[in-house]
């Protein structure tokens, strides 16, 4: 069963930092591209970044230079570690992977002092 369970999410202050770890399921993620997505009440979930199968990230301006997309292949799991973290950045995060639209549970992430 192809599977996305994500986890590390919580309570950080502004500036400090968090990992995220999306462990797949069910199939490699290194032969696919794969993506982070994130959503606040009432407003559209937005990418926040993206790897593709070859290695190459891609991120948007909101987040550049502070988050980055990786791939640990042994342990077929898909990381966004978040660094000088703003209140903005509160939002539930969602593991994807765009080929098939596999989503996973999301996790809270909530930036407060």
């Known amino acids: 069963q192809v599977q996305l369970v994500e986890s590390g999410g919580g309570l950080v202050q502004p500036g400090g930092s968090l990992r995220l770890s999306c462990e797949a399921s069910?199939?490699?993620?290194?032969?696919?591209?794969m993506a982070w997505h994130r959503q606040t009440p009432g407003k559209e979930r937005e990418l926040v970044a993206l790897?593709?199968?070859?290695?190459?990230?891609n991120y948007p301006d909101s987040v550049r230079g502070r988050f980055t997309i990786s791939i640990d292949n042994a342990k077929n799991t898909v990381y966004l570690q978040m660094a000088n973290l703003k209140p903005d950045d509160t939002a539930v995060y969602y593991c994807?992977?765009?080929?098939?639209?596999?989503w996973g549970q999301g996790t809270q992430v909530t930036v407060s002092s």
């Open positions: 069910g199939f490699t993620v290194s032969g696919y591209a």
């Open positions: 994807n992977r765009p080929t098939g639209a596999i």
């Open positions: 790897i593709a199968s070859g290695g190459h990230s």
